[in-house]
């Protein structure tokens, strides 16, 4: 039995793609996958399989097409192994994450980029904005008192962030914590 977080991109933002995660976690019991549980609202699925990671991802996209109303070319699923995710977190940036009250920081996970291509489209405003290619992964950080002067959110703007889904730091690293506990 593996175990795998799944990162669900575009679901239950600003009022769209709405799925409740009582009813995601049934319907993926009822679908074969064991251990089912999801973390916040925005997507966040720690389960066991016995499939591997691209037949997992398969088979979520075939039960959310199936079972819920939702604008298919937004919503995409990304599936990490314990591993995947514990190297996102031990590879970052130093100090990246380490001062909550000073600044924003997020992970954007990329779906089929390289991280070093879609990096010079975060345009970062220098003293605002930072960023760093990860393995597949973009890191991103912010001043928050002059978040209202970042250039980050131009990202969305951009063809790739179709192929990208955000996590801020305090969720990534619950979901191993998480994924922690369920494997102890």
Not at 30 to 49: D, E, K, M, P, R
Not at 52 to 58: G, I, L, T
Not at 143 to 159: A, F, G, H, W
């Amino acid at each position: 039995m593996h175990t795998y977080i799944v990162l669900l991109r575009g679901i239950n933002v600003g009022g769209k793609n709405i799925i409740p995660m009582a009813g995601l976690r049934t319907c993926l019991e009822a679908h074969g996958f064991s251990q089912v549980s999801t973390y916040i609202a925005s997507g966040n699925v720690l389960l066991q399989s016995d499939l591997d990671a691209d037949d997992v991802k398969a088979r979520i996209e075939g039960v959310l097409s199936e079972n819920f109303s939702l604008d298919n070319g937004f919503v995409k699923v990304l599936v990490l192994t314990p591993a995947q995710l514990q190297a996102v977190i031990e590879h970052k940036p130093e100090g990246f994450g380490e001062q909550p009250e000073k600044y924003h920081s997020d992970v954007i996970f990329l779906m089929g980029l390289d991280a070093a291509q879609v990096l010079p489209a975060f345009n970062p405003r220098e003293g605002v904005d930072q960023v760093w290619a990860g393995d597949g992964v973009i890191y991103s950080q912010r001043l928050s008192s002059e978040r209202t002067k970042s250039r980050l959110n131009k990202i969305m703007e951009s063809p790739w962030y179709a192929s990208m889904t955000i996590r801020n730091w305090n969720t990534t690293t619950k979901l191993l914590e998480l994924l922690r506990k369920m494997d102890a």
